[in-house]
């Protein structure tokens, strides 16, 4: 076995080794990703919080073949090496188009979810009993904590059903919340009583600051993966090579 051979399947293994360990990061990261989405789920449901997820199956998928990279390499088994040349192509074709999208995609998911939660707002519960409770629950809480008012300005409460044709908005848009302070309120006189900024580009922000941590994770974990089909394909021929002359 030439020195060459060893150090180059010594480095291999090694960046299997950070491979497994950067799968194990971005699964760590799209959990995180994902318990976070929780609390926006409520408000809407479409593709922003399908990444985590995807992400999650891609990693660990990640990580499996790290180890079987490293046990291919060390025990120089052929068909472990030609398998998972095939499936890192396959993750790596299908993270790249994966990251693409998201990215391509994003004002378009973001414009789904505008929408959707104008609607939510139109069908805003009146009662603890009404369907929609979960929604009124979440989006007074979003409105405490980020001290906004509807979606994009405080004026969209005013086409909810419960209280159509009334300058009303829920109690949790007031700046100092008391029973009923939001339906005490005239159209053009907010100031100091509510708060009156939008919240859906807060919300928008959040959600893409924690998809731009999670996106990062995946273009290095994409950029290391090339590494490895690399270092893989170069071992499996050296291997056929060798054996060949045996």
């Known amino acids: 076995m030439s020195s060459t051979y060893m150090v180059f399947r010594c480095a291999f293994t090694i960046i299997n080794m950070c491979f497994f360990a950067l ?5 760590v990261c799209s959990w995180w990703l994902h318990i976070k989405s929780v609390d926006y789920r409520p408000l809407m ?3 922003w919080f399908t990444a985590p997820a995807i992400l999650i199956i891609s990693a660990k998928l990640s990580m499996l073949l790290g180890a079987a990279g490293c046990i291919g ?7 472990l090496l030609f398998i998972y040349i095939i499936t890192m192509i396959t993750i790596f074709v299908a993270l790249l188009l994966g990251v ?3 990215i391509a995609f994003n004002e378009r ?3 789904t979810a505008r929408n959707e939660l104008l609607e939510n ?7 603890e009993g009404a369907d929609d409770y979960n929604f009124r629950k979440t989006m007074n809480s979003i409105q405490k904590r980020f001290h906004c008012c509807g979606i994009d300005q405080y004026h969209d409460w005013f086409n909810a059903d419960v209280w159509t044709g009334q300058t009303y908005v829920p109690d949790s848009c007031c700046i100092e919340e008391t029973s009923g302070c939001g339906k005490q309120i005239a ?3 907010t100031y100091g009583l509510i708060y009156t900024d939008g919240c859906f580009n807060m919300i928008q922000m959040e959600i893409n600051q924690s998809l731009m941590i999670v996106g990062i994770l995946a273009f290095v974990l994409v950029f290391v993966e090339g590494f490895c089909i690399v270092a893989a394909l170069g071992l499996l021929c050296y291997l056929r090579q060798r054996d060949r002359y045996i």
């Open 187 to 189: 159209a053009n006189e």
């Open 109 to 111: 998911v973001a414009k």
């Open 23 to 27: 799968g194990f990061a971005v699964v």
């Open 121 to 127: 707002i139109r069908r805003y519960p009146g009662e």
């Open 73 to 79: 390499a060390w025990f120089e088994k052929k068909i």
């Open 100 to 102: 693409v999208f998201v």
């Open 45 to 47: 449901k479409n593709q």
